[in-house]
T-cell receptor, first 114, second 114 residues
Framework: DAKTTQPPSMDCAEGRAANLPCNHS???????VYWYRQIHSQGPQYIIH???NNETNEMASLIITEDRKSSTLILPHATLRDTAVYYC???????????????FGKGTLLTVNP | EPEVTQTPSHQVTQMGQEVILRCVPI?????FYWYRQILGQKVEFLVS????????KSEIFDDQFSVERPDGSNFTLKIRSTKLEDSAMYFC????????????FGPGTRLTVL
């Protein structure tokens, strides 16, 4: 799986958009970008994933650059409960791939301030 | 909303003792996983399980570890002879096979080996 690079920490004001960057310059054509988060030693929580198109769900938006070498997770209106470590993970999808494990890095600690 | 559950939430054991950590995955999921997180470190993959057999395991998952799905609902991780360095949070996860294969994690079991 391709390696990812994320800033170790970021701050965001409550109610503002949080934009979390991730670099994955060695991503392969069949690898997806996944985002998970972990709130204070709880189990990681799936947020969103995408291949090359931008994606949006009830939690967040994922913007992937055209060359797919980087992406940004956007939390449109961050709340205090969004304070967590956010992990960007690149991995093949289940189609044709047998490697389903997730390889977590150190992630970005997002602190949402009141 | 269905969720992965784990018991116990905290297990304290003496070095050399056997422990069994229990998980109830989401009912229609077909893939099951164990991860661990030593305090202050990254989440690490241990093993994945599908169709009643191990699909993949990490080098951490040595002969002291085993997994089992004894019935239609439980998924267990056994550590035969615990060591001090096995102290960690152990997370169970499950997923269905689809294009995303997003994994849903349980709240974890904190294992403390004395």
């Amino acid at each position: 799986d391709a390696k990812t690079t994320q800033p170790p920490s970021m701050d965001c004001a409550e109610g503002r958009a949080a934009n979390l960057p991730c670099n994955h310059s060695t991503i392969s054509g069949n690898e997806y970008v996944y985002w998970y988060r972990q709130i204070h030693s709880q189990g990681p929580q799936y947020i969103i994933h995408g291949l090359k198109n931008n994606e949006t769900n009830e939690m967040a938006s994922l913007i992937i650059t055209e060359d797919r070498k980087s992406s940004t997770l956007i939390l449109p209106h961050a709340t205090l409960r969004d304070t967590a470590v956010y992990y960007c993970i690149v991995r093949v999808s289940s189609r044709g791939g047998s490697n389903y494990k997730l390889t977590f890095g150190k992630g970005t600690l997002l602190t949402v301030n009141p | 909303e269905p969720e992965v559950t784990q018991t116990p939430s905290h297990q304290v054991t003496q070095m050399g003792q056997e422990v069994i950590l229990r998980c109830v995955p989401i009912s229609n999921h077909l893939y099951f996983y164990w991860y661990r997180q030593i305090l202050g470190q990254k989440v690490e993959f241990l093993v994945s399980f599908y169709n009643n057999e191990i699909s993949e395991k990490s080098e951490i998952f040595d002969d002291q570890f085993s997994v089992e799905r004894p019935d239609g609902s439980n998924f267990t991780l056994k550590i035969r002879s615990t060591k001090l360095e096995d102290s960690a949070m152990y997370f169970c996860a499950s997923s269905v096979v689809n294009t995303g294969n997003e994994q849903f994690f349980g709240p974890g079991t904190r294992l403390t080996v004395l």
